[in-house]
């Protein structure tokens, strides 16, 4: 069974900077699609960005787009989240996931009910 152990997360001031890592364990980092998702309290889990397994296709949500960079190490069965120009409103847990079926359509790539492997999650705070 595949694990996923997300960290990077903590406290930072609007404008700053955080990397969030997430590595896998318990098998190979091959999924068609490692993504991250996010959830403020009161709040739907929201998709964030989306990396292939080559890492030669990302894809964003809007509201990150421009500021985040998806990245992965599949030599190190990591995968990684750039956070830059941070603002209150990306203050959520944030999780990483993989998506081990071939997708269908972009869709299903941000849908997280069709996700199988979920890590713990890490806070990240950005206070103004």
């Known amino acids: 069974q595949v694990q996923l152990v997300e960290s990077g997360g903590g406290l930072v001031q609007a404008g700053g900077s955080l990397r969030l890592s997430c590595t896998t364990s318990?098998?190979?980092?091959?999924?068609?699609?490692m993504s991250w998702f996010r959830q403020a309290p009161g709040k739907e889990r929201e998709f964030v960005a989306a990396?292939?397994?080559?890492?030669?296709?990302?894809y964003y949500a809007n509201s990150v787009r421009g500021r985040f960079t998806i990245s992965r190490d599949n030599a190190e069965n990591t995968g990684y989240l750039q956070m830059s120009s941070l603002k209150p409103e990306d203050t959520a847990v944030y999780y990483c996931?993989?998506?081990?079926?071939?997708?269908?359509?972009?869709?299903?790539?941000?849908?997280?009910?069709?996700?199988?492997?979920w890590g713990q999650g890490t806070q990240v705070t950005v206070s103004s």
């Open positions: 318990g098998g190979t980092f091959s999924g068609y699609a």
């Open positions: 990396i292939s397994w080559s890492g030669g296709n990302s």
């Open positions: 996931a993989e998506f081990t079926r071939m997708p269908n359509n972009i869709v299903e790539v941000t849908t997280a009910s069709l996700y199988d492997y």
